[in-house]
């Protein structure tokens, strides 16, 4: 399908002023996306244009025409996620959310805020900031990601311990349909459960089932004291002291074992890590803290305290070194293992990796050289105990021979009927 044609189409439904609220993009010729898709090995994989909507109306008229010629659509915001998991195949048309960026509605002492999809996180966190407020979600590329792109993910990091997942966050929902009409799901308050199980399933859906649009979010206080202890050791006493945390009634907000291979790249005394994380009253954070210090050192393991710029600084190496995959040549993988396995996995596998004490869900980069026996391997390993492997970045080549997602199990009868239900004349890119 080509640029020429889909923008014929649309002037025959439009007016020139609606055509003015339209960017089409060469991205071959635009370094901004083009470096970015070259480096994930993405070129060969997508149409040559990028449609840029500017409202919803725009936007709910390209999915017409898409429908309409059976057109393929991949949708995006700025792309930060493209590559990751199947690779996406056979599009017709690119279009991004990415001007879609405005804050819709601010509730600020109901701790509620409704926005675009196309808002960056940075941008919406300086904007709660100085009301003493903020999103807990810590994704990969905060700097770009969108919140369109961080809902259709479910990507979120170790602030996971503390707030939950994408879609304990999210009370309401708004997205385009294949037939080109916007629907509605949730709320905009707390108590709302509303459509609760339709916001679960766009949460994680990778566009399969329409394009978000628009996002309520459930809010928290900004922290008024923050202070992370790092502890190394061995295998043994990095499991006693998770024991000894989750046995505890202490509340830090992130909380995860890290690999060793990822503690000794941060100049840390060396053995597996446990990176645990406190944010309240100063108080609290001072007790808890103390109290992780003296288990540490009961147990013969070194604990390094991090407060201010250098806290904030080691968990953006931490997130940025466990997803290394998505801007190297690495492979980064999303898992899940029972959090009584985790010393284990990582004893038995090295990569640049952290995994949440609690839910055992984390993040792992793998070398390069890595087989496709090996991440099998690894996969099976992850299932016999409890969990799933998924391959988020990796080269093309290795993505062709094995199956990004893994085992799906009863549950792919149910997504195919629901891609058939949402997306009838399938012009959504399939991408699970």
Not at 121 to 147: E, H, R, S, W
Not at 293 to 304: A, F, R
Not at 308 to 316: D, I, R, S, V
Not at 379 to 394: K, M, V
Request: charge should be neutral; glycine fraction near 8%.
């Amino acid at each position: 399908m080509e640029n020429e044609s889909l923008l014929a189409i649309l002037e025959t439904k439009l007016n020139n002023s609606h055509l003015n609220s339209l960017t089409v993009i060469d991205w071959l010729n635009d370094p901004q996306w083009r470096d970015d898709w070259e480096n994930k090995d993405l070129t060969d994989y997508l149409p040559r244009h990028l449609i840029i909507p500017h409202n919803n109306y725009i936007l709910s008229q390209i999915v017409e025409v898409a429908q309409e010629k059976k057109w393929r659509l991949l949708p995006l915001g700025n792309g930060t996620k493209l590559d990751w998991g199947k690779l996406p195949e056979k599009a017709d048309i690119l279009v991004s959310t990415s001007r879609l960026n405005q804050i819709v509605e601010y509730l600020q002492e109901d701790l509620v805020i409704t926005v675009q999809s196309g808002v960056k996180l940075k941008d919406l966190q300086q904007f709660l900031a100085p009301f003493g407020q903020f999103l807990p979600v810590d994704p990969y590329n905060p700097q770009k990601a969108t919140i369109g792109g961080i809902v259709a993910t479910a990507n979120t990091g170790s602030w996971r311990q503390r707030y939950g997942g994408v879609r304990d966050l999210v009370l309401g929902i708004s997205f385009i349909r294949s037939d080109g009409k916007e629907a509605k799901a949730g709320g905009k308050v707390v108590k709302n459960v509303a459509g609760y199980d339709l916001m679960k399933l766009f949460t994680g859906s990778y566009g399969n089932l329409g394009i978000i649009t628009q996002v309520t979010f459930r809010l928290y206080p900004l922290p008024e004291a923050s202070k992370t202890l790092f502890v190394t050791g061995d295998e043994e006493g990095i499991r006693r002291i998770q024991k000894t945390v989750l046995l505890s009634g202490l509340t830090p907000t992130a909380a995860d074992i890290v690999s060793s291979l990822l503690v000794d790249s941060l100049d840390l005394p060396k053995g597996l890590g446990l990176a645990i994380r406190f944010q309240s009253i100063p108080e609290s954070v001072k007790q808890q803290a103390e109290r992780v210090k003296q288990w540490g050192e009961e147990i013969n393991l070194s604990v390094t305290g991090f407060e201010g710029e250098t806290e904030t600084l080691l968990w953006q190496q931490l997130q940025q070194k466990s997803y290394l995959g998505v801007e190297s040549q690495r492979i980064c993988c999303k898992i899940g293992i029972k959090p009584s396995e985790i010393v284990k996995f990582f004893s038995q596998w090295q990569g640049y990796g952290l995994v949440n004490i609690s839910g055992g869900i984390g993040y792992i980069s793998l070398p390069q050289e890595t087989t496709i026996s090996q991440i099998k391997q690894l996969r099976q390993f992850c299932e016999d105990n409890g969990g799933f492997l998924t391959i988020l970045s990796a080269k093309a080549s290795l993505k062709q021979q094995i199956d990004c997602w893994g085992y799906v199990g009863n549950s792919l009868p149910l997504q195919q009927r629901l891609k058939s239900e949402f997306d009838t004349a399938g012009i959504f890119v399939n991408r699970l």
